[in-house]
């Protein structure tokens, strides 16, 4: 298994009970496919560099994990897929 990092931005209308429900919704897809997750970090609502579908602000969460090449491919499919989810961006981290 590589480890990778995970960052999404949330949608700035989802309140803190919202992203914990698109963070638990992302772990699950993540354990689905056998991977681990070592942490979790909540950054919090930050101002974006620039706008987004209208949107000047998100939610950051950052998630390091453990995930195999191939249930990576069908993980980032589904945060893809999330409608609260404005960017993100997978990291595989060098050992």
Same mark, same amino acid.
């Given at each position: 298994?590589?480890? *990778?990092? !995970?960052? *999404?931005? %949330?949608?700035?209308? /989802?309140?803190?009970?919202?992203? &914990? @429900?698109?963070?638990?919704? =992302? /772990?699950?897809? =993540?354990?689905?496919?056998?991977?681990?997750?070592?942490? &979790?970090?909540?950054?919090?609502?930050?101002? +974006? /560099?620039?706008? =987004?579908?209208?949107?000047?602000? #998100?939610? *950051? %969460? %950052? %998630?390091? !994990?453990? +995930?195999? #090449?191939?249930? +990576? /491919?069908?993980?980032?499919?589904? @945060?893809? !897929?999330?409608?609260?989810? !404005?960017? *993100?961006?997978?990291?595989?981290?060098?050992?």
């Amino acid at each position: 298994m590589n480890e *990778y990092e !995970l960052m *999404y931005i %949330v949608h700035p209308e /989802a309140d803190k009970d919202a992203v &914990t @429900v698109v963070s638990e919704q =992302i /772990a699950s897809w =993540i354990s689905g496919q056998g991977g681990e997750i070592s942490k &979790t970090n909540v950054w919090g609502r930050r101002k +974006l /560099a620039f706008a =987004i579908n209208k949107q000047t602000e #998100g939610t *950051y %969460v %950052v %998630v390091d !994990l453990k +995930l195999t #090449g191939e249930a +990576l /491919a069908e993980v980032e499919r589904n @945060v893809k !897929l999330h409608e609260q989810v !404005l960017r *993100y961006m997978f990291i595989r981290k060098d050992n």
